[in-house]
């Protein structure tokens, strides 16, 4: 059974920084695009960052862009989110997500083009 699990949430003040985890396990991803999405109360998700199956072509959201950086670790079966210079406006419930089809490319934006998602880790940003 493929589970995603998402590691490193918390509540930090604006201006700081926290770096999530997502941690495989089931089956290994190292050929496949994931990505994070993230869902604020009372909105839709959102695409924040996504890395291809090569670990290049990262991808980011406009809001997160210049700020957080993702990387991928295939090794370990695992993907990370680096988040700097955190805002209010980044709180939000963190998912992380894979893909099933390896070597697949493009419409990194699109949740439904990932069929494996984590429960979730809760990022909140205090002013």
């Known amino acids: 059974q493929v589970h995603l699990v998402e590691s490193g949430g918390g509540l930090v003040q604006a201006g700081e920084s926290l770096r999530l985890s997502c941690a495989a396990s089931?089956?290994?991803?190292?050929?496949?695009?994931m990505a994070w999405f993230r869902q604020a109360p009372g909105k839709e998700r959102e695409f924040v960052s996504s890395?291809?199956?090569?670990?290049?072509?990262?991808k980011y959201g406009d809001s997160v862009r210049g700020r957080f950086t993702i990387s991928r670790d295939n090794a370990k079966n695992a993907m990370y989110l680096q988040m700097n210079s955190l805002t209010p406006g980044d709180t939000a419930v963190y998912y992380c997500?894979?893909?099933?089809?390896?070597?697949?490319?493009?419409?990194?934006?699109?949740?439904?083009?990932?069929?494996?998602w984590g429960q979730g880790t809760q990022v909140t940003v205090s002013s």
């Open positions: 089931g089956r290994t991803f190292g050929n496949h695009a």
């Open positions: 890395i291809s199956w090569s670990g290049t072509l990262p």
């Open positions: 997500a894979a893909r099933d089809r390896p070597f697949l490319s493009g419409a990194y934006e699109a949740s439904s083009t990932y069929a494996y």
